[in-house]
């Protein structure tokens, strides 16, 4: 017969070192951002707005991390000027998803106001990569003559 009496040490330390293996298998590493694209790394994305071929210098671009898809809500994480040379630079990136916005002015046209934006993904951790981000004109009507061309 068993003396479960003397058993009851052993049947403790069983369980605690059962429940302690159990919960170190849970354990998970931290979610590390690195891998989805946002700051505190290396990369750099010089964004440059462009409309017809055209460089503009009086734009915006934002930027919004971790995702290739432009914000229903549309807020953006970070926003930079274009300066005179036609560029925004957004450095200190890490590698993964982004998605750029551009608004600008482009003087010749009518009405002057572009958008547009585009997916990135930054794939090293040193990359520097020059995106041209495409706009476009809104709220743009044709003239009511347009139709006989």
Same mark, same amino acid.
């Given at each position: 017969?068993?003396?479960?009496?003397?058993? &009851?040490?052993? @049947?403790? @330390?069983?369980? =605690?070192?059962?429940?302690?293996?159990?919960? $170190? $298998? &849970?354990?998970?590493?931290?979610?590390?951002?690195?891998?989805? %694209?946002?700051?505190? %790394?290396? #990369?750099?994305? @010089?964004?440059?707005?462009?409309?017809? %071929?055209?460089?503009?210098?009086? $734009?915006?671009?934002?930027?919004? +991390?971790?995702?290739?898809?432009?914000?229903? *809500?549309? =807020?953006?994480?970070?926003?930079?000027?274009?300066?005179? *040379?036609?560029?925004?630079?957004?450095?200190?990136?890490?590698?993964? *998803? +982004?998605?750029?916005?551009?608004?600008?002015?482009?003087?010749?046209?009518?009405? $002057?106001?572009?958008?547009?934006?585009?997916?990135?993904?930054?794939? #090293?951790? *040193?990359?520097?990569?020059?995106?041209?981000?495409?706009?476009?004109?809104?709220?743009?009507?044709?003239?009511?003559?347009?139709? =006989?061309?």
């Amino acid at each position: 017969m068993i003396n479960f009496d003397k058993m &009851r040490p052993v @049947i403790y @330390i069983m369980l =605690v070192f059962s429940f302690c293996l159990f919960s $170190a $298998a &849970r354990c998970k590493k931290p979610h590390n951002s690195v891998t989805g %694209g946002g700051k505190g %790394g290396n #990369g750099t994305i @010089i964004a440059r707005a462009e409309h017809y %071929g055209s460089l503009l210098d009086t $734009a915006v671009v934002y930027i919004k +991390y971790n995702t290739l898809d432009a914000p229903a *809500n549309g =807020v953006y994480d970070d926003s930079l000027i274009v300066s005179t *040379n036609y560029q925004a630079v957004f450095s200190s990136l890490t590698p993964g *998803n +982004y998605y750029l916005f551009t608004e600008a002015i482009h003087d010749p046209f009518n009405p $002057a106001t572009v958008e547009g934006g585009k997916p990135w993904t930054i794939a #090293g951790s *040193n990359d520097v990569d020059t995106v041209n981000i495409a706009s476009y004109q809104y709220n743009f009507t044709f003239p009511t003559w347009w139709h =006989v061309l």
